[in-house]
């Protein structure tokens, strides 16, 4: 999960080094925390929240291929 979720962000921003993605897991629940430089903020929440809306769905729809569910928070 984690490996998706940062080569998908890593694709999009301008500085690939300075993602940081910290992954817990708990049960049968995955939380991931990612981080980015201010100056890829926009471009990682996309106009109208939509590019990090699609990041997320796309670490739901693989976690439930796993059994279980995934969080991704964008933190600021």
Do not use: W
Not at 44 to 62: D, S
């Amino acid at each position: 999960m984690k490996a998706l979720v940062e080569y998908l962000v890593k694709a999009m921003v301008d500085h690939p080094d300075k993602v940081l993605l910290a992954q817990r897991t708990q049960d049968q629940s995955i939380h991931l925390e990612l981080s980015v430089a201010p100056d890829d903020m926009g471009q990682v929440i996309g106009r109208n929240g939509k590019t990090i809306h699609a990041v997320r769905t796309v670490a739901q729809m693989a976690a439930a291929s796993k059994d279980c569910k995934c969080r991704l928070e964008l933190l600021g």
